[in-house]
């Protein structure tokens, strides 16, 4: 069974740091795209993250968080990561990970058809 399951969400003070993980299962996520979206209340969802799948694993950052986020594999563990740095109030947002459906990426929200539950990720003042 295909599934992705994140995990490390919480709640920090604006500057501090999460790492969120993204654990697959039933398939080598190293061979896929891989993204972090996130979404918060009363905003559309909104693409993080992205990495390339094979050996070309070029990422890609939203403007909002480039410099201060970094994506990266763990393919041993089949797992993905997000760490996050200088948290800010405006980057509180349940976060989910999904897989696309090939290794090249895409901007378009449909070409990601495997989802992980989300984990909430809350940014004081």
């Known amino acids: 069974q295909v599934r992705l399951e994140e995990s490390g969400g919480g709640s920090v003070q604006a500057g501090g740091s999460l790492r969120l993980s993204c654990s697959a299962s039933?398939?080598?996520?190293?061979?896929?795209?891989m993204a972090w979206f996130r979404q918060a209340p009363g905003k559309e969802r909104e693409r993080v993250a992205r990495i390339r799948g094979g050996d070309n694993m070029i990422p890609l950052y939203a403007d909002s968080v480039k410099g201060r986020f970094t994506i990266s594999r763990d393919n041993a563990k089949n797992t993905l990561y997000l760490k996050m740095n200088s948290l800010r109030p405006e980057d509180t947002a349940i976060y989910s990970c999904a897989a696309g459906r090939s290794h090249l990426c895409s901007d378009v929200l449909r070409s990601y058809d495997t989802w992980g539950q989300g984990t909430q990720v809350t940014v004081s003042s």
């Open positions: 039933g398939f080598p996520q190293s061979r896929y795209c």
